[in-house]
């Protein structure tokens, strides 16, 4: 069920193009897992150090971030992983590693951790077929993301995310997610919900490099019948939530290149312990948090560490700055828990890819955080595949309509 949400009431979040939280890279095209819903074809190919360093170069020219998520393929499938966070950590961002986590053990964490790493986003859902973990739900998966927040833990000072791919039998299930996430709200800083997409070449578009039509085929994102609905959208996702939790708010959001109202990121940010959420951060809260954040450090915030997400209690002094945060000090007042109990800040996130217009225009992130670097330039990385295979992205345009070039 569709929630309708006010984008005007949100805090449109201030990232574009040159300044921007996040810049995505992309070292390896090699995976050790097939997931349905991934973007990128798995390929045996991985790029040097000075090829890293040239993407970096990129970022540096057209790109002000604070940290540089370091994704793929699967970063861990790079035998210089740990060079390569630490090159990035030398260059004065912030390494985030975005990971299956199939490789990962304990004692190359700690490596990663001493390179400089600073957070790390696990990538786990039912749709992967992972080994010992086939055929699962994302209820049951719970116990593998545990196993890696508390590795985590264990080792330290490291912020820990999880995102999964939505599917359309797989959203009633995102309330248990957040439930879970909140009985380990102390370990679990960030939960993504990434809503699934997928070029289908037998549907209501064709595809274009300049007037020539092209077969989309090729492409890992491309399937004749896609294994869910493709239209699944933030709001949807905030209504299956409020089925469960009727107060779940958010408050900040980037809208779409093409649809000013539309949610392309939708952030939520709650306070609260393994016991109560005692309330949602409003807009004022994230404004303050962002230009604080840019005025001292010169760069919009990115994954928070640790320290900062269990002073949840020492928030509660922005009452009078923001309604949210008010309504939550007046909940945590009324508990004398509060006093001797911790409370946490959690982050969840709903992304919402590319949306096909009925006109043929593509509504893309505006201000997404997620380019990466390509032929010296910045691009979406989750249509890399069409630059790699074409030379550039494709244009839709609806089937029977004449193209113009």
């Known amino acids: 069920?569709?929630?309708?949400?006010?984008?005007?009431?949100?805090?449109?979040?201030?990232?574009?193009?040159p300044d921007n939280a996040i810049a995505w890279l992309e070292p390896t095209a090699k995976c050790n897992l097939a997931c349905e819903g991934c973007y990128r074809a798995n390929v045996n190919q991985h790029k040097s150090l000075a090829e890293v360093q040239s993407d970096l170069d990129v970022f540096d020219r057209y790109r002000n971030a604070d940290g540089i998520s370091i994704a793929g393929g699967d970063p861990l499938t790079h035998p210089q992983v740990v060079d390569i966070v630490r090159t990035v950590a030398e260059r004065g961002w912030k390494p985030i590693l975005n990971t299956n986590g199939l490789a990962l053990e304990e004692e190359l964490l700690r490596d990663l951790k001493r390179a400089g790493l600073t957070g790390l986003t696990f990538h786990i859902d039912s749709k992967q077929g992972r080994p010992q973990w086939k055929h699962t739900t994302e209820q049951e998966l719970n116990a593998l993301r545990l196993h890696f927040a508390e590795m985590v833990a264990r080792v330290g000072g490291m912020s820990?995310?999880?995102?999964?791919?939505?599917?359309?039998?797989?959203?009633?299930?995102?309330?248990?997610?957040?439930?879970?996430?909140?009985?380990?709200?102390?370990?679990?800083h960030v939960m993504v919900f990434i809503c699934y997409r997928a070029a289908s070449p037998d549907g209501d578009f064709d595809y274009y490099i300049g007037d020539q039509r092209i077969a989309m085929d090729p492409l890992a994102y491309a399937f004749d019948a896609p294994v869910s609905r493709t239209d699944i959208s933030a709001p949807e996702v905030v209504g299956t939530i409020r089925e469960r939790i009727p107060d779940f708010a958010p408050c900040a959001y980037l809208n779409g290149t093409h649809r000013p109202d539309s949610f392309k990121w939708l952030l939520t940010l709650r306070l609260g312990t393994a016991r109560r959420i005692?309330?949602?951060?409003?807009?004022?809260?994230?404004e303050l948090a962002q230009t604080a954040h840019h005025l001292r450090t010169g760069r919009y915030l990115a994954y928070a560490p640790p320290k900062v997400s269990r002073r949840g209690r020492s928030m509660l002094w922005l009452a009078p700055f923001d309604t949210g945060i008010r309504r939550a000090a007046a909940r945590a007042l009324r508990d004398p828990r509060i006093l001797v109990r911790r409370a946490h800040l959690q982050s969840v996130m709903i992304i919402q890819p590319i949306d096909l217009l009925p006109d043929g225009r593509q509504n893309m992130c505006d201000g997404c955080p997620d380019m990466t670097a390509w032929n010296g330039n910045l691009?979406?990385?989750c249509r890399l595949e069409e630059c790699l295979q074409f030379g550039q992205f494709a244009r839709t345009v609806p089937r029977n309509c004449q193209p113009v070039a």
């Open 1 to 17: 069920m569709e929630t309708h949400l006010d984008h005007r009431k949100l805090y449109r979040l201030p990232w574009s193009l």
């Open 160 to 188: 820990c995310a999880f995102n999964s791919t939505v599917f359309e039998d797989t959203l009633p299930a995102i309330p248990d997610m957040l439930e879970w996430a909140q009985q380990h709200i102390d370990i679990v």
């Open 278 to 286: 005692y309330g949602y951060a409003g807009p004022r809260f994230i």
């Open 379 to 381: 691009a979406w990385s």
